[in-house]
């Protein structure tokens, strides 16, 4: 069973990198056609999606945080990784890292729309941004 | 703000049904997922493709859409339901993005 578990400072000073990795076990990142996404969450709010890579190294990243993100995988080690650059004190949240499925939808036997859902979380690790 | 707009709060008698809504346009096009968070832990995933259920989670829970709205359907909660659901789709058709609502606190009275 895939299992994945984000790691990372847990203190990043403001205007610094913030730099998590999420380690896959239990299957490799390659095996099968997953996606990769990052998730993060405020203490007290809601969920914010961070973006998403796929093994190519193509990503899908949330406009708001676009200019800031960068995210990358690496295969030999069954890790993906988030960068996410001039953290404020806004980006303090817990972190989750998510393994994505792409589904096909078709209509009239032709190819429609594709759709995503996060099948597999990490426990997530909290960050905080503070000097 | 999110653009997947959720009640912030539902209640429900233990036993009893309920219903929790997500409302957007995009949901007119794409399919919902729902995810349930307790406190302290990560998300999990309970409904995804509209109305598709994981292994593991019980059949207790049914998502449903009706134009602009999607539904996650607890048949007879459970106290181990009391939890913040979230749902999430893609953006739009120009775009592989995602978004989620703002969530809802579901309490089993």
């Known amino acids: 069973q895939v299992q994945l578990q984000e790691s990372g400072p847990g203190l990043v000073k403001p205007s610094q990198t913030l730099s998590l990795t999420c380690t896959v076990s239990g299957g490799s990142i390659s095996s099968g056609s997953y996606y990769w996404s990052w998730v993060r969450q405020p203490a007290g709010k809601g969920l914010e999606w961070i973006g998403r890579?796929?093994?190519?190294?193509?990503?899908n990243y949330n406009p708001s945080l676009k200019s800031r993100v960068t995210m990358s995988v690496d295969t030999s080690k069954d890790q993906f990784s988030l960068n996410l650059s001039s953290v404020t004190a806004a980006d303090t949240a817990v972190y989750y890292c998510?393994?994505?499925?792409?589904?096909?939808?078709?209509?009239?036997?032709?190819?429609?729309?594709?759709?995503?859902?996060?099948?597999?979380w990490g426990r997530g690790t909290t960050v905080t941004v503070s000097s | 703000s999110s653009e997947l707009t959720q009640d912030p709060a539902v209640s429900v008698a233990l036993g009893q049904t309920v219903r929790i809504t997500c409302q957007g346009d995009?949901?007119?096009?794409?399919?919902a997922n729902w995810y349930q968070q307790k406190p302290g832990q990560a998300p999990v995933l309970v409904i995804y493709a509209k109305n598709n259920r994981p292994s593991g989670i019980p059949d207790r829970f049914s998502g449903s859409n009706s134009g602009n709205t999607a539904s996650l359907t607890i048949t007879g909660a459970q106290a181990e339901d009391e939890a913040d659901y979230y749902c999430?789709?893609?953006?739009?058709?120009?775009?592989?993005?995602?978004?989620f609502g703002g969530g809802t606190r579901l309490t089993v009275l």
């Open positions: 999430n789709c893609r953006d739009s058709s120009d775009n592989h993005l995602e978004v």
């Open positions: 995009r949901l007119r096009s794409f399919y």
């Open positions: 998510a393994r994505v499925i792409r589904g096909t939808h078709y209509a009239s036997g032709s190819y429609d729309f594709y759709y995503y859902y996060m099948d597999v």
């Open positions: 890579i796929y093994t190519s190294g193509d990503t």
